[in-house]
């Protein structure tokens, strides 16, 4: 038997729920997560499977303190969002860590950092379900860009939370042409007091929590994007968070040029499953990203639909390993769960 458990900043311990409610939104990101508690739930083993979104220490540490383990034979924490804990010290960890709890955390790299007393492992989270989502949605043959004779727009980009990497591209980018871009999630507020929140003109009629589940018609208009990941570097202390999200794999799926922010060890990760990251305009689409983005917004149409063609079989090599790449990592998260629940 299987029970599930989510675990936020809200909530004193755990809450629990017997059926799968706690994990029901829009954007689907907990379908593989439900697939496989409901593929092992009448195991004759008594399991806890918790989301955690909130700091992992935290957690671990109401656990160890409650005794909650000592009712289940496995406790499964899966941190389904990004990783928020700022401790590199494996003994923090221990101190707190049951000899019965496993983690899954959510890196973008092929096993765990830490050297746990018990085993732990890394999957990519919930991004994964929310990138297929997406997929799944939209018919992105339809939009192949290198049949348009037309853009919109030269580059696009989702800011979101403006935090100080994205507010520096931000105040170099912003008044680019050809250039539409948002500010949504959380309005920044510039040195002259200035709020800033933009949103994309085609969702102004949008309410709700609606970026997690909807693509603006921008998108689709667009001949290139800038991709800024929540988190560039390590966070405070820790040097071990090789984080990224559904925005660098959403990147691959409108077979375009794409310049992605994110940390180095994520291109690489990447890379071993055959993702390519071509040179833009003769620029390293890895380090150069602003030059290449100031470079884009000048072109013509005619430019433009030129080095589309450049490296179209590239673009559309990426789409297909992304739907491989998703595959993957469902399979994966089905044998960490097993693994967890069947090892003795």
Request: aromatic share 16%; net charge negative; charged share 25%.
């Amino acid at each position: 038997m299987i029970s599930l458990f989510k675990y936020n900043l809200d909530s004193n311990l755990l809450a629990k729920s017997h059926s799968y409610e706690l994990f029901t939104i829009e954007d689907r990101r907990y379908t593989t997560m439900i697939d496989v508690v409901k593929k092992y739930k009448n195991t004759e083993k008594n399991i806890a499977f918790i989301e955690v979104e909130s700091l992992l220490i935290k957690c671990l540490t109401e656990i160890h303190t409650t005794n909650f383990s000592k009712d289940y034979d496995k406790v499964i924490i899966w941190a389904s969002e990004l990783y928020w804990d700022n401790c590199d010290d494996e003994d923090t960890y221990n101190n707190v860590l049951n000899d019965n709890v496993h983690i899954i955390f959510n890196f973008f790299r092929a096993d765990s950092p830490y050297n746990l007393n018990t085993k732990s492992y890394c999957s990519i989270g919930s991004f994964g379900d929310i990138t297929q989502m997406y997929l799944d949605k939209y018919n992105f043959e339809s939009r192949y860009f290198r049949h348009s004779d037309y853009f919109e727009y030269n580059l696009i980009s989702k800011f979101g939370r403006p935090n100080s990497h994205r507010i520096e591209l931000y105040n170099e980018l912003k008044d680019l042409p050809n250039f539409v871009y948002s500010i949504n999630n959380f309005p920044y507020v510039e040195d002259d007091g200035q709020v800033v929140s933009k949103t994309f003109e085609s969702e102004n009629d949008l309410t709700g929590d609606f970026k997690s589940y909807h693509l603006p018609d921008e998108d689709f208009e667009s001949f290139s994007e800038l991709i800024t990941e929540t988190r560039l570097s390590t966070y405070e202390n820790s040097k071990r968070l090789i984080s990224a999200t559904e925005k660098t794999l959403k990147g691959f799926m409108f077979k375009r040029p794409n310049i992605t922010l994110v940390q180095p060890e994520v291109y690489s990760y990447l890379e071993t499953f055959g993702f390519k990251f071509p040179n833009i305009l003769g620029m390293d689409s890895k380090t150069q990203q602003l030059e290449i983005c100031k470079q884009i917004s000048l072109l013509s149409q005619t430019e433009c639909k030129q080095l589309s063609l450049q490296n179209k079989d590239v673009y559309e090599s990426n789409f297909n390993t992304l739907v491989d790449f998703l595959k993957y990592h469902r399979n994966k998260f089905d044998e960490i769960v097993k693994e967890i629940i069947y090892d003795n």
